[in-house]
């Protein structure tokens, strides 16, 4: 069956293969994820395999504050890494959760600390639709302790220049590609330990 232009020009933009064209959006997703925006941020923080000592079981994700990364616990001594954006200020939280929701393209309902903050945000109380404008990115892990929703997330970051930062109100931001990775490899009850920023 012969190939349309239409159909072959957008499988070559998709795919990056036009010199200065960056790939638009990955195959499946409703709104544009940039796989180039991957490069953009500091090697140290590029998404990888490796080698990772630790007593938590496979399925684990362990966030290190201080360092900005997440490990998500292959088991066998390995984890993938990911870099982070982490809460700025007083916003750094720590400790135990288990993720009982998970959202693609969620909608971001601001908390009454960000009205508060930003009374501005009263506009969005009913929620901001998933997509491009909207601050959780393309995936969102919802995180609670107990039935307690802790109103803190993994969720995408809208800025590569976030990631290996303290710029989040509390949340754990990834780039929207590692963000979409992790949500493929995670389940619903995966226990997250959040470690101190100064341990």
């Given at each position: 069956m012969p190939i349309s232009r239409r159909a072959l020009l957008t499988s070559v933009l998709a795919s990056g293969l036009l010199p200065g064209r960056q790939a638009l959006a990955l195959s499946g997703e409703p709104f544009p994820v940039n796989e180039a925006e991957a490069k953009k941020?500091?090697?140290k923080?590029?998404?990888r395999d490796m080698a990772y000592e630790t007593q938590e079981p496979?399925?684990?994700?362990v966030v290190d504050t201080k360092h900005r990364f997440l490990y998500h616990v292959l088991g066998n001594g390995q984890a993938t890494r990911y870099g982070v954006a982490v809460g700025k200020?007083?916003?750094s939280w720590s400790g135990e959760a288990v993720i009982k929701r998970m959202a693609k393209w969620?909608?971001?309902v601001p908390t009454a600390d960000h009205l508060a903050r930003y009374p501005s945000l009263a506009k969005d109380i009913h929620g901001v639709p998933g997509g491009p404008g909207n601050p959780m990115g393309a995936r969102a892990l919802y995180l609670y302790q107990g039935e307690v929703d802790t109103v803190y997330r993994i969720h995408g970051?809208?800025?590569p220049s976030d990631i290996g930062r303290k710029m989040t109100a509390g949340c754990i931001g990834l780039l929207?590609?590692?963000v979409?990775?992790?949500y493929d490899r995670v389940e619903i009850g995966a226990r997250v330990v959040v470690l101190p920023a100064n341990g």
């Open positions: 941020i500091s090697y923080f590029q998404r496979a399925g684990t994700l200020g007083g916003n969620p909608v971001w970051a809208t800025k929207n590609i590692d979409i990775h992790l």
